[in-house]
């Protein structure tokens, strides 16, 4: 009954769309790692040329099927006021083979510029693609598959009827960023706002037949604070909302120079009601690399077991044109 019990926990949050308008998106605690799915207004918005980046997030380690969600985004900064990108994130969760895939074309805007030297920036980005959800029926299991005297046989009939298993939609979102890139300065801001599934993609999992999988509100924003030519702090903040499902999260990290290439970062984030995520990263040349871990605090960690969850993430940075301190900009991804 444990493994049933399990099993259902993990299900049951795997389609969270399923007769509630709740949260059914993956998300990150590295949120700022892959900007293409925080904000489009983010696409292109570092000081290269070409972005890579990756992310990979495993959940309840401890159970037998946890939560696994890779993500890879490529995304290109010009000089015609326009950036673009792609991006592939791929969920999958539970003994059930449940599996989220999405893929998206990211376009974005950069011509609105305003201050003395233009270091004022606004960003507006669109974003386009395909979600597909599916699991696979023959690995479920059901209650009434469970006599009491002989227990669990997969062979029992079930009453249970899916009406589908793999379902495809196109989606879009936008989004739009401000962000002060002057250079020098001691507090540079940011701040940017996002709206995902603008399309209202119909939740095919769903009993109801005008069930949709409700839009994704972003907000983020934070400030780069140079204590001194060594050391900076970056406080940020994020609120997201999806259905009946928010989150609030809020932390900061210190990034130390600790060789005239390589800068050295250490912080936290706190996830309202549901976890403390300690970080550390380390940037050497155009390569970043980031570890974080979730420690539950809420009663979701005694259900699993005390179960949390790790997050590793890349980012590497092609630059082709010489940099110039004119060119430099403070990069709002964190």
Same mark, same amino acid.
């Given at each position: 009954?444990?493994?049933?019990?399990?099993?259902s926990l993990i299900l049951?949050?795997?389609?969270?769309?399923?007769?509630?308008?709740?949260?059914?998106?993956?998300?990150?605690?590295?949120?700022?790692v892959y900007p293409s799915?925080?904000?489009?207004?983010?696409?292109?918005?570092?000081?290269?040329?070409?972005?890579?980046?990756?992310?990979?997030?495993?959940?309840?380690?401890?159970?037998?099927?946890?939560?696994? %969600? $890779? #993500?890879?985004? /490529?995304? @290109?900064?010009?000089?015609?006021?326009?950036?673009?990108?792609?991006?592939?994130?791929? =969920?999958?969760?539970?003994?059930?083979?449940?599996?989220?895939?999405?893929?998206?074309?990211?376009?974005?805007?950069?011509?609105?510029?305003?201050?003395?030297?233009?270091?004022?920036?606004?960003?507006?980005?669109?974003?386009?693609?395909?979600?597909?959800?599916?699991?696979?029926?023959?690995?479920?299991?059901?209650?009434?598959?469970?006599?009491?005297?002989?227990?669990?046989?997969?062979?029992?009939?079930?009453?249970?009827?899916?009406?589908?298993?793999?379902?495809?939609?196109?989606?879009?979102?936008?989004?739009?960023?401000?962000?002060?890139? %002057? $250079? #020098?300065?001691? /507090?540079? @801001?940011?701040?940017?706002?996002?709206?995902?599934?603008?399309?209202?993609?119909?939740? =095919?999992?769903?009993?109801?037949?005008?069930?949709?999988?409700?839009?994704?509100?972003?907000?983020?924003?934070?400030?780069?604070?140079?204590?001194?030519?060594?050391?900076?702090?970056?406080?940020?903040?994020?609120?997201?909302?999806?259905?009946?499902?928010?989150?609030?999260?809020?932390?900061?990290?210190?990034?130390?120079?600790?060789?005239?290439?390589?800068?050295?970062?250490?912080?936290?984030?706190?996830?309202?009601?549901?976890?403390?995520?300690?970080?550390?990263?380390?940037?050497?040349?155009?390569?970043?690399?980031?570890?974080?871990?979730?420690?539950?605090?809420?009663?979701?960690?005694?259900?699993?077991?005390?179960?949390?969850?790790?997050?590793?993430?890349?980012?590497?940075?092609?630059?082709?044109?010489?940099?110039?301190p004119e060119a430099e900009?403070?990069?709002?991804?964190?």
């Amino acid at each position: 009954m444990k493994a049933l019990k399990i099993c259902s926990l993990i299900l049951g949050l795997s389609l969270m769309g399923q007769g509630v308008s709740a949260q059914v998106d993956p998300h990150f605690t590295q949120y700022y790692v892959y900007p293409s799915w925080l904000n489009p207004a983010l696409t292109g918005v570092f000081d290269g040329d070409v972005r890579i980046s990756g992310i990979y997030r495993t959940q309840w380690g401890n159970i037998t099927s946890p939560f696994s %969600t $890779p #993500g890879l985004a /490529v995304d @290109f900064s010009t000089n015609k006021n326009a950036n673009f990108g792609i991006s592939v994130l791929n =969920q999958t969760a539970g003994d059930g083979g449940y599996n989220y895939t999405t893929a998206y074309g990211n376009a974005a805007y950069t011509g609105i510029r305003f201050g003395a030297n233009e270091t004022h920036r606004v960003v507006i980005g669109l974003q386009f693609g395909l979600i597909q959800r599916k699991f696979n029926p023959d690995k479920l299991t059901f209650g009434d598959q469970w006599n009491p005297i002989t227990g669990y046989n997969p062979s029992n009939p079930t009453a249970e009827a899916l009406k589908t298993h793999n379902t495809s939609s196109f989606d879009m979102g936008a989004g739009v960023l401000y962000f002060d890139g %002057t $250079p #020098g300065k001691r /507090v540079n @801001f940011y701040a940017g706002f996002a709206v995902s599934h603008l399309t209202r993609p119909k939740d =095919q999992f769903s009993g109801k037949d005008d069930a949709i999988i409700p839009m994704r509100y972003t907000g983020h924003l934070g400030a780069r604070i140079a204590v001194n030519d060594m050391f900076s702090i970056t406080p940020n903040v994020l609120y997201l909302r999806q259905g009946t499902a928010e989150e609030k999260m809020a932390g900061a990290y210190g990034q130390f120079k600790v060789a005239p290439l390589t800068d050295f970062m250490l912080g936290a984030n706190y996830r309202f009601e549901d976890a403390i995520s300690p970080f550390a990263g380390v940037s050497h040349k155009n390569l970043l690399f980031g570890l974080s871990y979730d420690i539950n605090t809420s009663d979701l960690g005694s259900m699993a077991k005390g179960s949390n969850s790790f997050e590793v993430s890349m980012s590497y940075i092609i630059r082709k044109r010489t940099k110039t301190p004119e060119a430099e900009f403070v990069c709002p991804r964190l």
